[in-house]
């Protein structure tokens, strides 16, 4: 697995936010939200995000490497739609409420540094290889929590919380087992988590 780490990686975040949002394109299609504009420019940017994710993995697997660098310009483009659409959505929810619960912190706070390391892989993809691929891939786990957070719940309602855990840490596990040390954007990035979970338990969940 060291070999494909990150199109295996990219393959577990594709498969988890199909099934984490399976209710949306799936089995539950009337939704109210399936016909919300903000919902749908969403989903779209989300959806070729980590599609795109798993065709660059894919091209570095195979050492297409020119194809990669041209896909790379339009993931830029990608990124930019997905992270205005989030913004947007926090943002007007943030306005709806007059505050932000606890579960939305936590999920806000990752979704920031993910635009920080993201945009470091972007401005090291000619420079720094290592740095470009790992700060994309760490970037994206960052932004996974609402498809881990859905997948759990459609999947594993009753255990909900055991199989949560279980999941984060067996992906930041992942992580270690494959830098063989404990890289700076995932200390980071854990340490973020944490606290947002932490943050939670404190005040009494969602």
């Not at 090291?124 to 970037?139: E, F, P, Q, V, Y």
């Amino acid at each position: 697995m060291r070999k494909n780490f990150y199109f295996v990686m990219s393959i577990i975040y594709w498969l988890f936010m199909m099934i984490g949002f399976s209710d949306n394109w799936l089995y539950d299609t009337s939704q109210a939200s399936n016909f919300i504009l903000k919902f749908q420019i969403h989903a779209f940017f989300a959806f070729c995000w980590f599609s795109l994710l798993v065709v660059q993995t894919g091209l570095i697997r195979k050492n297409n490497f020119n194809t990669h660098k041209r896909l790379g310009i339009i993931g830029m483009i990608i990124f930019t739609g997905m992270i205005l659409s989030t913004g947007y959505l926090y943002l007007s929810r943030y306005l709806e409420l007059g505050y932000m619960a606890p579960l939305s912190k936590m999920v806000f706070s990752q979704y920031l540094f993910a635009i920080v390391l993201t945009t470091i892989g972007f401005v090291k993809r000619k420079s720094n290889a290592l740095a470009h691929k790992t700060n994309i891939i760490l970037g994206s786990l960052l932004l996974m929590h609402p498809a881990i957070d859905r997948m759990v719940g459609h999947l594993f309602d009753d255990i909900y919380i055991f199989v949560w855990l279980g999941i984060y840490f067996i992906l930041f596990g992942l992580f270690v087992w494959y830098y063989k040390k404990i890289k700076w954007q995932l200390a980071i990035g854990f340490l973020i988590w944490l606290a947002g979970l932490v943050n939670m338990a404190m005040n009494g969940g969602l």
